[in-house]
């Protein structure tokens, strides 16, 4: 007994040490986040770099909690908004002697987006330098640099410029081989969104729309580089790669010749043509920087300023359309709406200003966003949409609640259409010698059935809805746009457009940006739209989402030289994955999809399925 009662004072000691240690550290988690205030450290002179390895999107996901805390490795986002606001303050701040681009391993962020972050680069290159380096300079990275005073690539690096277009995944074959059967409803000869389940390569009338809409993006892309950078002879570095490589003998010095690049130098060169302007640095073995640095984050946080009298409410709706919650960076139908409806009840708010980067979702959910934004119409708020880098299917049913909708040249909206989408298994349950039997009392009991496959009254009920829906989508647009219904299905039928041809058509009112869409809101509710009134309704993080972020490093000072063809290689595999994320729509999300597959999905809308549970999905 009394080793019985030894062993329980153990037990009941290690307990009590382990409750006591739990709640020291809660407490001294939840003083550290109490107690920390943003912009507190005072910022030193120096050159702000932009150490951008990751994406830029314009709502980011959060923390993955279980990442980071086994410190395992996510990509980071850069919220667009911050980027813009933070060089914005640096064009003004005599602290700020230079911008520094850091581009190695930069993932994009969408035509839209680097288009904005080139204008804010505009207005600090013309009060002070901003220099860029990289070990490879692809698209993305280079509508970025071709914004800077001086572009600097490594010597063994090279640039690289692939133009818009690739290579998307159909999958009727592996269908075919697992026995699935996926029973398609759609209304538009241009609705594509559903061809990979159902042929083995693209129709010629979505090839026919892909190929306008990346003709057209390209097109833009090369416009925003030129005018940023005239003596890089774009047109020429393109037209023929290959050639200018064999004549020059070495990708550096074709970049060279051809005024892409004004330097070729490794890092530590760049790095102390930077101390020459920003001043040296403080050579620790933590930041082995040779100039005076400061980064990113600390002075967003430092550069915060007040947003005025907070009366126009900003909603986000960022990344796929989903039905009921989501946390940010996937637009929950259910989340969002209730955004909407306390910001309309709180009557804090007299106008509403709707962000969109989004290519839909759930019709569903976009039509229940969609009336949210109705209702704060209907009791006098004005409504106005902005759209960002993809407005398109469920993300255009949203826009259409607005009083004006804005959108700028490339950004890719339309595909004005829904489908149905729903997979069936009697083939595959067949070849392992399974088969189905049941009774019904009408010809709907059971249906869908996905072990015997559908019925034609439920194909034929449910086609019908698809048509139905299809038409209150041209009637919306009919309605919001001021257009014949007839004109509408002329212009919709799935069809994706570039902004600027869609201004062109009408369905959007006008070129500008975030900030034309504020002024606008603003003049609409009778404020100065010279004076700050936005504030953003994000969706507050979560106790874990605050505790995993305070776990993940922020030191932005120990840049890792990425070369380009890892880049594209990373984004390649990333595409790869996103059949994951069709598997689990396909088997999970709402049947009747107001989706665009021609439209890139924003970086916020991470895949969350795995390609094993992919397959699993598909064969189970």
Not at 492 to 508: C, S
Request: hydrophobic fraction near 45%; include cysteine.
């Amino acid at each position: 007994m009394r080793l019985v009662r030894g062993a329980w004072k153990l037990l009941v000691g290690v307990k009590d040490a382990l409750v006591l240690l739990l709640l020291l550290l809660f407490f001294g988690t939840l003083a550290a986040v109490l107690s920390a205030r943003p912009g507190t450290r005072p910022i030193a002179p120096g050159a702000l770099v932009l150490d951008l390895r990751g994406s830029i999107v314009e709502q980011p996901t959060p923390i993955n909690a279980t990442q980071a805390f086994t410190g395992g490795e996510q990509a980071k986002q850069f919220r667009l908004r911050d980027i813009v606001a933070a060089l914005n303050a640096a064009s003004i701040d005599d602290r700020v002697k230079t911008v520094v681009l850091d581009l190695d391993g930069f993932m994009g962020g969408g035509q839209v987006a680097l288009g904005d972050v080139g204008k804010a680069l505009d207005r600090v290159r013309a009060k002070k330098p901003v220099l860029a380096f990289a070990t490879g300079y692809g698209d993305d990275a280079y509508q970025l640099a071709a914004h800077a005073t001086e572009i600097w690539l490594d010597p063994q690096g090279l640039a690289l410029f692939q133009g818009a277009g690739g290579t998307r995944l159909y999958y009727k074959g592996l269908l075919d081989k697992v026995g699935a059967t996926v029973h398609v409803y759609r209304v538009g000869k241009y609705k594509s969104a559903v061809e990979p389940y159902i042929l083995d390569k693209a129709s010629p009338d979505a090839k026919a729309n892909s190929q306008a809409l990346a003709a057209a993006m390209w097109q833009a892309w090369q416009a925003d580089v030129i005018q940023a950078r005239p003596k890089a002879h774009i047109a020429t570095f393109v037209a023929d790669p290959a050639i200018e490589v064999k004549e020059n003998g070495d990708l550096g010095q074709a970049a060279l010749k051809a005024g892409i690049v004004d330097r070729l130098a490794p890092r530590a060169e760049f790095e102390a043509r930077v101390a020459q302007i920003a001043g040296v640095g403080n050579r620790t073995a933590r930041k082995p920087s040779q100039y005076a640095r400061i980064d990113l984050k600390p002075y967003i946080a430092a550069s915060q300023r007040p947003s005025g009298d907070r009366t126009i409410g900003v909603v986000t709706v960022a990344g796929t359309i989903q039905d009921g919650e989501a946390s940010a960076g996937t637009a929950g139908g259910t989340t969002i709406s209730q955004i909407i409806d306390r910001a309309v009840a709180s009557d804090k708010y007299k106008a509403l200003v709707v962000r969109v980067d989004s290519p839909g979702g759930s019709a569903l959910a976009s039509e229940q966003i969609r009336q949210s934004l109705e209702s704060a119409r209907k009791k006098g708020m004005p409504v106005v949409v902005s759209m960002s880098n993809v407005a398109a299917s469920g993300g255009y049913w949203v826009s259409m609640a607005g009083d004006r909708v804005f959108a700028e040249p490339d950004t890719i909206t339309g595909s004005i259409g829904i489908f149905g989408l729903i997979p069936t298994f009697e083939k595959g349950l067949a070849k392992i010698g399974v088969s189905g039997d049941g009774v019904a009392t009408t010809p709907l009991s059971g249906q869908p059935d996905i072990i015997r496959g559908t019925n034609a009254a439920f194909d034929t009920v449910v086609q019908t809805a698809i048509e139905s829906g299809y038409r209150r989508f041209i009637t919306l647009v009919s309605g919001a746009r001021k257009l014949a219904p007839e004109r509408v299905n002329e212009i919709a039928q799935g069809h994706v457009w570039d902004g600027g041809t869609a201004h062109q058509l009408g369905l959007v009112d006008a070129f500008g940006d975030i900030d034309d869409a504020i002024a606008e809101a603003a003049r609409r509710a009778k404020l100065d739209p010279g004076k700050p009134h936005a504030v953003w309704l994000d969706t507050e993080p979560t106790w874990r989402e605050v505790l995993a972020s305070m776990f993940t490093s922020s030191d932005e000072s120990a840049a890792v030289p990425v070369d380009l063809l890892t880049t594209l290689s990373r984004q390649r595999i990333a595409e790869l994955a996103s059949a994951a994320e069709d598997a689990r729509l396909m088997t999970t999300a709402s049947a009747i999809q107001a989706r665009c597959l021609d439209c890139p999905v924003p970086a916020t809308a991470a895949p969350k399925t795995t390609l094993f549970e992919m397959i699993k999905a598909w064969i189970s």
